[in-house]
């Protein structure tokens, strides 16, 4: 029976302790590791972060929420683990109301790691004291770094293959049958990259019959210039439409940004003829198609600069000389270069006489940045005639060329030197210059020469894009007392390729070197001043001289007063050893005398 007691008891107090260490366990088991004391833990209820996004590298504050179970309101201690965020609070104390507790965590920064979390360890007190270790909150505001990807390399821009525009003179007259008749035909480059090797193929495709080679080899043909190309076509003995027309082709090689590549345009040119009549059914063939032709036009000058405003006028002709034409209607296009300024681009005219003109008047202005040296107009004209009691249309596509220009507002001041120094004393020369257009200079070179020495006559400034502006300095060494002749040369290339030059005159006044006097204590007291208008070099040379005069005097008047001083001393000293050599003369007469007296008793003795 006391057997079975006995493990009656031990059964009992294995149940007791398996319940006293239940706690421990749970806690472990659901706090990811945290160790607490038995009936003490703490419960994490929330959180709060001071931003809505939080990046790599930005600063934020977290609060964190939370609750105690056994209902304690004993303070704790928060310490900060190993986490995603650095600098900031380490730890933090707080008191619990009624077991629960704030905590807030300033000044963290965030690493930008991909954990985003806020790890603590919770020291408290009461109830034997402990901590509570593993404590995560996932902080869902934070962002994790991500490696930007590389930018893929830009795309080389592609210049476009140039646009050739024909023209020629071939209506300015007509041609006959059997006739022969010389012909120019103008070749335009209206694109922004030069025509290399152009070679020219011509081909009648009406009556006419081309005289000589079809085939023209021609030189360069640069961004909105042209050429110019004479032929000599052969009318046939009868001619049967009254325009006839040559066709043009042009291959050419180009550069396109990267590489020399070919290319081709083509177009062709009219030439006015005479049709032939024929006397048997004269009374039946219809009469000749009426021709619209641009007789002339004007722009206001020779070329048009960029951003200005101009009139483009122009006047259209009715070739017929039998035929009026009616309801004409012009309609005038521009370019993104020359643009129409303020006015409609369309003109309406009741009729035109036979072989009669019409004027037509359109303001224009030009881009304040061109791409090209030319822009083409295009006019077209529509129209109606009647002929052999019926009504036709017809209509006709003129163009034109308006040469631009940028203009030059290169800008440069006249030179300034900094001061009126001496001869063989270096010195500057300035020009500040101001690019006030909007397109670039190019090869600015600047050189001296004159009167003077440098050790950069020649400067290679280069380009000065659009609104830049800077100096151009020379270090420059006069060689002659008074002024010394300079002359200053700017070369440079405008927007339009042309090549300028500006020229200026300076003089660079020089005064004689002055050497320093040697008896000075510091010869290097006086600096070269800049020249002024109040000659402050000669005061200050006229003070040093009267210091110095004042110098010697005083040392002169010392020197006295110190010779006289030496012989007052040699004078008491000669009267001093006079009294001596008396003292001595009669001390040794007393004793001459007491000698002799001596003597002579002696003798009275004897």
Not at 193 to 219: E, H, V, W
Not at 233 to 241: G, R, T, Y
Not at 437 to 448: Q, R, Y
Not at 468 to 494: H, M, S
């Amino acid at each position: 029976m006391k057997r079975i007691s006995r493990s009656l008891l031990s059964l009992c107090l294995a149940l007791v302790l398996c319940a006293a260490l239940l706690p421990v366990n749970v806690a472990k088991a659901t706090g990811g590791g945290t160790t607490a004391r038995a009936g003490t833990s703490f419960l994490i209820t929330g959180y709060r972060a001071s931003r809505s996004s939080i990046y790599t590298g930005d600063t934020v504050d977290i609060t964190v929420y939370l609750s105690r179970t056994d209902g304690s309101n004993d303070s704790i201690r928060v310490v900060r683990g190993l986490d995603s965020f650095q600098d900031g609070t380490a730890s933090a104390v707080a008191s619990g109301q009624n077991g629960e507790y704030t905590v807030t965590f300033t000044g963290l920064t965030y690493t930008g790691d991909s954990g985003k979390q806020l790890a603590f360890t919770i020291y408290y007190e009461g109830n034997g004291g402990g901590y509570q270790d593993g404590n995560t909150v996932p902080v869902r505001e934070c962002v994790p770094y991500t490696e930007p990807k590389p930018e893929p390399e830009p795309t080389p821009e592609t210049i476009p293959e140039p646009r050739a525009v024909f023209n020629s003179d071939g209506t300015s007259t007509s041609i006959a049958a059997g006739e022969t008749k010389t012909i120019t035909v103008y070749i335009q480059n209206a694109g922004t990259t030069a025509m290399r090797d152009p070679i020219l193929t011509l081909k009648s495709s009406g009556s006419l019959l081309i005289m000589g080679s079809q085939d023209y080899m021609l030189d360069d043909i640069r961004a909105g210039r042209d050429t110019a190309v004479t032929v000599t076509v052969k009318a046939p003995d009868k001619i049967e439409s009254q325009m006839q027309t040559i066709d043009a082709s042009l291959s050419f090689y180009y550069d396109n940004g990267t590489q020399l590549t070919g290319g081709s345009a083509s177009g062709s040119v009219n030439v006015l003829s005479t049709v032939t009549k024929d006397t048997k059914d004269e009374e039946t063939i219809a009469s000749p198609t009426p021709i619209v032709i641009l007789s002339k036009y004007n722009y206001g000058g020779s070329s048009v600069a960029a951003g200005s405003s101009t009139n483009l006028s122009f006047s259209f002709t009715n070739t017929s000389k039998t035929i009026k034409i009616e309801n004409v209607m012009v309609t005038v296009t521009g370019g993104q270069d020359l643009m129409l300024n303020g006015s409609t681009n369309t003109f309406y005219f009741e009729s035109v006489a036979a072989s009669g003109s019409k004027t037509v008047t359109v303001p224009m202005k030009a881009a304040q940045l061109i791409s090209a040296s030319a822009q083409d107009v295009k006019i077209d004209v529509t129209y109606e005639y009647v002929d052999q009691n019926a009504r036709k249309s017809g209509n006709a596509t003129l163009s034109l060329s308006v040469p631009l220009y940028q203009p030059d507002r290169f800008e440069l001041s006249e030179p300034k030197t900094s001061y009126t120094g001496y001869v063989g004393e270096e010195t500057s020369l300035t020009i500040d210059y101001v690019n006030k257009g909007k397109s670039a200079i190019n090869n600015v070179e600047a050189t001296i020469s004159g009167d003077i020495d440098s050790p950069t006559p020649y400067q290679r400034v280069g380009t000065i894009d659009g609104g830049k502006n800077g100096t151009i300095a020379f270090a420059v060494t006069p060689q002659l007392e008074g002024e010394n002749q300079v002359k200053i040369v700017i070369t440079y290339e405008d927007s339009n390729g042309n090549t300028k030059e500006r020229v200026f005159e300076a003089t660079v006044e020089a005064m004689a070197y002055e050497p320093t006097d040697p008896g000075m204590d510091d010869p290097g007291m006086i600096d070269p001043e800049p020249a002024h208008t109040f000659p402050w070099k000669y005061v200050i040379i006229a003070v040093v001289a009267a210091l110095i005069v004042l110098l010697i005097v005083l040392r002169i008047r010392k020197k006295k007063a110190k010779q006289k001083a030496e012989q007052a001393l040699w004078d008491k000293w000669d009267e001093e050893e006079l009294a001596e050599e008396k003292q001595e003369a009669a001390e040794a007469a007393a004793a001459e005398s007491k000698e002799t007296a001596a003597t002579g008793a002696e003798e009275q003795k004897k």
